[in-house]
T-cell receptor, first 113, second 116 residues
Framework: AQSVTQPDIHITVSEGASLELRCNYSYGATPYLFWYVQSPGQGLQLLLKYFSGDTLVQGIKGFEAEFKRSQSSFNLRKPSVHWSDAAEYFCAVVPGGADGLTFGKGTHLIIQP | DTGVSQNPRHKITKRGQNVTFRCDPISEHNRLYWYRQTLGQGPEFLTYFQNEAQLEKSRLLSDRFSAERPKGSFSTLEIQRTEQGDSAMYLC??????????????FGPGTRLTVT
């Protein structure tokens, strides 16, 4: 079945440490790929997107993501997290032929002081 | 660019009542989407408009749900005969050629529905 998987439900990282959030998808063709962040009680903010071209994409707030076709992955990274990065992070795809986003279940990021 | 706005932000209703939510997209966007998000889950796609035409509906959109975008600007989502299972956050998003890539969706703050 076509799906988006975020294997980590919760991740705890110390402030200043590096971060990697995992995302895998299972679609036949390369979909469009996105990462969104949601703070408590807030809507979703677009962090970055991949449509084609360079497989390493830069986003807002110092985040980047790398598309790896061979692994069907689009992992999110940040070299040094800040306490304000604590939030829920969602990976999303637009499969070929569709218009709506399909989201993963999200990864809850906790930042330790 | 004032972003996507949604009203109301919160709605509490009794089971069996009808509710209507409004979404105002980013003004230059011609595409509008509705999603539903339950606690601890990612958003789930409900329906999509391009201008005033409703082009895609998820199987999640039961007969009690109806969405409109009469003039290709704002949209409304109505739920008839609400059930407790309808309790969720309803999110609206918009995208468009003039505002960037057509699939680059920007979300509003959502309407939280509680059915008692």
């Amino acid at each position: 079945a076509q799906s988006v998987t975020q294997p980590d439900i919760h991740i705890t990282v110390s402030e200043g440490a590096s971060l990697e959030l995992r995302c895998n998808y299972s679609y036949g063709a390369t979909p469009y790929l996105f990462w969104y962040v949601q703070s408590p009680g807030q809507g979703l903010q677009l962090l970055l997107k991949y449509f084609s071209g360079d497989t390493l994409v830069q986003g807002i707030k110092g985040f980047e993501a790398e598309f790896k076709r061979s692994q069907s992955s689009f992992n999110l990274r940040k070299p040094s997290v800040h306490w304000s990065d604590a939030a829920e992070y969602f990976c999303a795809v637009v499969p070929g032929g569709a218009d709506g986003l399909t989201f993963g279940k999200g990864t809850h990021l906790i930042i330790q002081p | 660019d004032t972003g996507v706005s949604q009203n109301p932000r919160h709605k509490i209703t009794k089971r069996g009542q009808n509710v209507t939510f409004r979404c105002d997209p980013i003004s230059e966007h011609n595409r509008l989407y509705w999603y539903r998000q339950t606690l601890g889950q990612g958003p789930e796609f409900l329906t999509y408009f391009q201008n005033e035409a409703q082009l895609e509906k998820s199987r999640l959109l039961s007969d009690r749900f109806s969405a409109e975008r009469p003039k290709g600007s704002f949209s409304t989502l109505e739920i008839q005969r609400t059930e407790q299972g309808d309790s969720a956050m309803y999110l609206c998003a918009s995208s468009g050629f003039s505002g960037g890539h057509p699939y680059e969706q920007y979300f509003g703050p959502g309407t939280r529905l509680t059915v008692t």
